[in-house]
């Protein structure tokens, strides 16, 4: 059974420059230049009343919290104008992140002059692609075919793949879109189409989907977490928990009350480091946070309280009785 974390708000939540011991002693020891304005700019100042006044103060993140007092969320606004320059300041800010030795460091990187980027599904597929170690996507999720990315250094492919092995990207937007449904949202036995391996984004933006039909409610031994449905693909598989990302939108689809905690005034890449998101402590945290319950609740208990959760796991729709 196909499971993912993206029922879990965890995110929100690098600084002389030198060659990490990571990109080797034969790479250069200064990333490319990206374009970053590292004094804070209006931006900056608009991202960080966005993150105290929504995340902060609405209690969904305690990593933003400890973050931000610690002062170890860094706000930077790159002067990117295309993609290709977008990528050198995501890797401007990936070495600089991985040469941080407190916990908890973490990097906002605000893109907002790549003309582009004000398009979410194009936003989106770039930070797919990046997260992946990748230059650029070939399509969106929505089926847009992309122009050829221009053919990058060698040397830029390397730093990407280096930062892939290294950092974790999650996309803010104002226009923020991942999760979407049916108007009325889904009912038993409707027909969808699953993009289980991002193909749209990676291979073909033409690619129709794998057929799947609905099973609402599912069977009890299947756990549908947030932002999940239970389908069976026809290729013959059982009845799984799929995400709703995974679904092929369409023209009709709207988007989740969820999305709202990704709706930034700005297009936004955070940037956490791999290392800080080992284990559960994180997530943990979050559930313990969210549920007023004691810091020493056993972890195991946590998991227990998903179907609860009020963002995103309980929808109504036009189906039920």
Not at 34 to 51: C, H, K, N, Q, T
């Given at each position: 059974?196909?499971?993912?974390?993206?029922?879990?708000?965890?995110?929100?939540?690098?600084?002389?420059?030198?060659?990490?011991?990571?990109?080797?002693?034969?790479?250069?020891?200064?990333?490319?230049?990206?374009?970053?304005?590292?004094?804070?700019?209006?931006?900056?100042?608009?991202?960080?009343?966005?993150?105290?006044?929504?995340?902060?103060?609405?209690?969904f993140c305690p990593w933003a919290t400890r973050s931000m007092a610690a002062g170890e969320l860094r706000?930077?606004?790159?002067?990117?104008?295309?993609?290709?320059?977008?990528?050198?300041?995501?890797?401007?800010?990936?070495?600089?992140?991985?040469?941080?030795?407190?916990?908890?460091?973490?990097?906002?990187?605000?893109?907002?002059?790549?003309?582009?980027?004000?398009?979410?599904?194009?936003?989106?597929?770039?930070?797919?692609?990046?997260?992946?170690?990748?230059?650029?996507?070939?399509?969106?999720?929505?089926?847009?075919?992309?122009?050829?990315?221009?053919?990058?250094?060698?040397?830029?492919?390397?730093?990407?793949?280096?930062?892939?092995?290294?950092?974790?990207?999650?996309?803010?937007?104002?226009?923020?879109?991942?999760?979407?449904?049916?108007?009325?949202?889904?009912?038993?036995?409707?027909?969808?189409?699953?993009?289980?391996?991002?193909?749209?984004?990676?291979?073909?933006?033409?690619?129709?989907?794998?057929?799947?039909?609905?099973?609402?409610?599912?069977?009890?031994?299947?756990?549908?977490?947030?932002?999940?449905?239970?389908?069976?693909?026809?290729?013959?598989?059982?009845?799984?928990?799929?995400?709703?990302?995974?679904?092929?939108?369409?023209?009709?689809?709207?988007?989740?009350?969820?999305?709202?905690?990704?709706?930034?005034?700005?297009?936004?890449?955070?940037?956490?480091?791999?290392?800080?998101?080992?284990?559960d402590s994180i997530i943990a945290d979050t559930f313990l946070l969210n549920f007023g319950l004691a810091?020493?609740?056993?972890?195991?208990?946590?998991?227990?309280?998903?179907?609860?959760?009020?963002?995103?796991?309980?929808?109504?729709?036009?189906?039920?009785?």
């Open positions: 059974m196909r499971r993912g974390l993206h029922g879990v708000s965890i995110s929100l939540l690098l600084l002389a420059l030198s060659s990490p011991s990571w990109l080797g002693s034969a790479m250069p020891r200064r990333p490319p230049q990206g374009r970053l304005r590292v004094r804070r700019f209006a931006a900056s100042d608009e991202l960080r009343g966005w993150v105290q006044s929504f995340i902060l103060e609405g209690r706000f930077v606004e790159s002067a990117a104008t295309s993609p290709e320059e977008a990528a050198g300041s995501l890797i401007e800010q990936a070495l600089r992140l991985d040469l941080a030795t407190r916990e908890l460091a973490s990097s906002l990187l605000i893109l907002r002059h790549v003309e582009a980027f004000q398009e979410f599904f194009i936003f989106d597929a770039y930070l797919k692609a990046w997260d992946r170690g990748l230059v650029a996507p070939k399509g969106t999720r929505s089926g847009v075919l992309l122009p050829r990315a221009k053919a990058p250094s060698e040397r830029t492919q390397e730093l990407l793949k280096r930062c892939h092995e290294k950092v974790r990207l999650v996309t803010f937007h104002p226009g923020f879109s991942r999760w979407l449904e049916p108007p009325g949202g889904y009912c038993n036995s409707s027909q969808v189409f699953l993009d289980l391996m991002q193909k749209r984004v990676h291979v073909d933006p033409h690619f129709a989907g794998e057929p799947a039909t609905i099973f609402r409610p599912g069977p009890e031994e299947v756990e549908v977490g947030p932002r999940q449905v239970c389908a069976r693909l026809h290729g013959g598989s059982g009845i799984c928990a799929w995400d709703l990302e995974d679904i092929v939108p369409e023209e009709d689809f709207v988007p989740l009350p969820d999305n709202d905690m990704h709706r930034t005034p700005f297009p936004v890449v955070h940037l956490i480091r791999k290392v800080d998101l080992s284990g810091p020493h609740t056993e972890r195991n208990q946590i998991w227990n309280l998903i179907p609860s959760m009020p963002i995103g796991s309980r929808r109504q729709t036009n189906c039920d009785a």
